[in-house]
């Protein structure tokens, strides 16, 4: 499903709708929009071309483990980790999708 967004993006990173209608860079470091609202993958830097809220997606940058791993909300904005985020309390581990193959994920 393509949404049209406002804002800045990035191709094949993961953005989070903010409450004024436009689309940042998501990170679970913080129990907040960015870790419980609507997330996409953006499709091209182009606002024209919209976000995947739900699909296979090539991602920018390997989430890293194996083929099935559990794909998670990265501390880095705008990427997506196998690894469980872990830490501090404000720290959020939250799933995303399944890694398909290098740089591709099924993302849900």
Same mark, same amino acid.
């Given at each position: 499903?393509? %949404?049209? #967004? &406002? *804002?800045?993006?990035?191709?094949?990173?993961?953005?989070? %709708?903010?409450?004024?209608?436009?689309?940042? %860079?998501?990170?679970? +470091?913080?129990? $907040? &929009?960015? $870790?419980?609202?609507? %997330?996409?993958?953006? @499709?091209?830097?182009? /606002?024209?071309?919209?976000?995947?809220?739900?699909?296979?997606? #090539?991602?920018?940058?390997?989430?890293? *483990?194996?083929?099935?791993?559990?794909? #998670?909300?990265? &501390?880095?904005?705008?990427?997506? +980790? +196998?690894? /469980?985020? $872990?830490?501090? /309390?404000?720290? @959020?581990?939250?799933?995303?999708?399944?890694?398909?193959? +290098?740089?591709?994920?099924?993302?849900?």
């Amino acid at each position: 499903m393509l %949404l049209g #967004y &406002t *804002g800045s993006a990035v191709a094949g990173e993961c953005h989070y %709708l903010r409450n004024t209608g436009a689309w940042a %860079l998501a990170a679970g +470091t913080s129990v $907040s &929009t960015q $870790s419980t609202g609507l %997330l996409a993958i953006a @499709v091209s830097s182009d /606002p024209a071309d919209g976000l995947i809220t739900r699909g296979i997606v #090539y991602l920018l940058t390997d989430p890293g *483990g194996s083929i099935g791993d559990v794909v #998670y909300l990265a &501390t880095t904005n705008g990427d997506l +980790t +196998t690894t /469980p985020v $872990s830490g501090t /309390p404000s720290l @959020v581990s939250r799933v995303v999708g399944y890694k398909l193959d +290098t740089n591709i994920i099924m993302f849900n």
